[in-house]
């Protein structure tokens, strides 16, 4: 399957053999990995997270999504490393002090590993912007609860659209003023407004024929049949499988508190034994899922169009001789 990733301000076509997948397969693989990110503190962890998504996003948009993901980065950081420790004392060795009251490293550790979760959680959600297309909410939500599959959707296709309606007005605009016309600070201002008041009404209307055209059509109505392209395969079943042991062990792990860490007021790993070291080692395979199937459809697929290039030039050998 191509999927159709932004690069800059350009769509590409790049082959992903884990978003040709079922998309449970793809949905229950991402709701592991960011719910297992979300609800452990562990720095390990928190670091395969951060470094499979990173790797997983680069691999989808490219060197956009490390540029993308960069200032966000950096205001993440900002606040939980270097301003939250400002209000919060709760360390027992501090640095400095501040009004009287000290800055712990204690806190501003917490703050570091509370932004490497974050900014973990946020890498992860882009990758499944990209993976989870409008088309596969629809799948996954469409049947039994239409109007949730419909927000996801909406809201997954949003902001691009947005973008790309306001570019096509704003170079619209531009064409009729004129590109040599530089206007001051006001000016601009004022064309902005209007330029924003187009897309609205723009985005308004095409609300309504949305909604117009999937009432005329029976969306959410009882017994509506829908078509889908999409196969429940043998490989899927054994990636749902290989990703629920993946899952649990590492969710036993850390319900267990083998995994636990402690920040305040003092830095304290709990004794790590057999199961907190297989958890380490299944998350980390459980996060590289997506890679290596990317790596290895990639093998596939170019050995494929190798092969299909070879009997065209033999067919085309064979007819000119």
């Given at each position: 399957m191509d999927i159709r990733v932004p690069?800059?301000?350009q769509l590409t076509k790049q082959y992903s053999g884990f978003a040709s997948m079922h998309p449970w397969t793809n949905?229950?693989?991402?709701?592991?990995?960011i719910v297992i990110t979300m609800f452990t503190m562990n720095p390990v962890i928190l670091g395969i997270s951060f470094a499979a998504s990173l790797v997983y996003g680069i691999r989808l948009n490219g060197i956009s999504f490390l540029k993308r993901n960069i200032i966000i980065a950096v205001w993440v950081i900002v606040f939980s490393v270097l301003?939250?420790?400002?209000?919060?004392?709760?360390?027992s060795t501090p640095l400095f002090y501040l009004n009287d009251n000290?800055?712990?490293?204690?806190?501003?550790?917490?703050?570091?590993?509370?932004?490497?979760?974050?900014?973990?959680v946020i890498q992860w959600c882009g990758c499944a912007a990209c993976i989870l297309s409008s088309e596969k909410m629809m799948f996954l939500f469409g049947s039994f609860i239409p109007s949730v599959g419909m927000i996801f959707s909406m809201i997954l296709r949003l902001i691009p659209l947005m973008r790309r309606r306001f570019r096509q007005i704003h170079?619209?605009?531009?064409?009729?003023?004129?590109?040599?016309?530089?206007?001051?600070?006001?000016?601009?201002?004022?064309?902005f407004i209007k330029e924003f008041s187009v897309l609205i009404t723009w985005?308004?209307?095409?609300?309504?024929?949305?909604?117009?055209?999937?009432?005329?059509r029976g969306y959410g109505l009882k017994g509506r049949t829908s078509f889908s392209r999409f196969r429940f395969t043998r490989r899927d079943t054994t990636a749902i499988i290989v990703i629920i042991l993946l899952s649990a062990c590492t969710a036993s792990a850390?319900?267990?508190?083998?995994?636990?860490v402690y920040y305040l007021p003092m830095v304290y790993f709990t004794q790590i034994n057999t199961r907190g070291v297989v958890g380490i080692i299944t998350f980390a395979v459980l996060v590289m899922i997506p890679v290596v199937t990317d790596i290895y459809g990639s093998l596939v697929y170019n050995r494929r169009c190798a092969w299909k290039d070879d009997r065209m030039e033999d067919t085309q050998g064979g007819i000119v001789g």
């Open positions: 690069v800059g301000r949905f229950i693989f991402l709701a592991a990995v301003i939250q420790p400002l209000f919060t004392h709760s360390g000290p800055v712990s490293l204690e806190n501003m550790i917490y703050g570091a590993v509370i932004s490497l979760m974050l900014l973990s170079e619209a605009q531009e064409g009729l003023r004129g590109s040599g016309n530089h206007n001051g600070f006001i000016e601009k201002i004022r064309h985005s308004l209307e095409s609300s309504m024929e949305t909604s117009m055209s999937m009432e005329s850390v319900a267990m508190g083998t995994l636990t």
